[in-house]
């Protein structure tokens, strides 16, 4: 059977059982997982409540910067990723969104889920405020001449270091680069 017939529900309680490591804590992945098996439309960002997206921690090749997104519509620094849309396939997803928001060609995933994040998305016109369940994985790219999207004021390949010490930067994006250090 192949993953286009496995509801998209189904998919992401899978993906997430199969996620041990810490950090985050053990009660995030159990948050996630309830979140998913609560709702069969985890993945449809039309789930007014929440909804599952997938991000990449986008690495160059040789492991020492991240390439992050001055989102547009949150005016942060983050990684770049997106709406799942229907796809239970978060990993397929985090790859997607890390071609079309970058322009890099030739990324590859390593691994499982690298990461976990729960975030609120302030309201915004007519869309209410809702959760992000983020599934974050390490993609790697070859190549570092990116494109900036509309999606972006700006792209930046940054030191994974300098972040990990930004006592400013954002707390998921900091436990990132010191999990990344901490394994690489």
Known sequence: MNDQAI???EQVCHLLQ???S???APEVRDQFMKFASDHVDCCER?????????????????GARVLLTHHRKLDRWLQL????????????????????????SG????????????HLIPARGDEPAHWH??????????????????????????????IANDADADESMRRMACKWLALY
Request: net charge negative.
């Open 18 to 20: 199969a996620f041990t």
């Open 7 to 9: 509801p998209a529900q």
């Open 107 to 118: 990324l590859t995933l390593e691994g499982g889920i690298f990461d976990l994040d729960r």
């Open 46 to 62: 039309t789930l007014a409540v929440g909804h599952f997206t997938g991000s990449a921690w986008l690495v160059s090749a040789d």
């Open 81 to 104: 990723g997106g709406h799942a849309d229907g796809d239970g396939d978060l990993a397929a997803v985090a790859l997607r969104e890390a071609e079309e928001e970058s322009g890099l």
């Open 22 to 24: 810490a950090p985050p």
């Open 133 to 162: 369940y983020d599934v974050r994985f390490v993609v790697r790219a070859s190549i570092e001449a990116f494109q900036v999207s509309e999606e972006s004021h700006s792209l930046a390949w940054k030191s994974i270091a300098e």
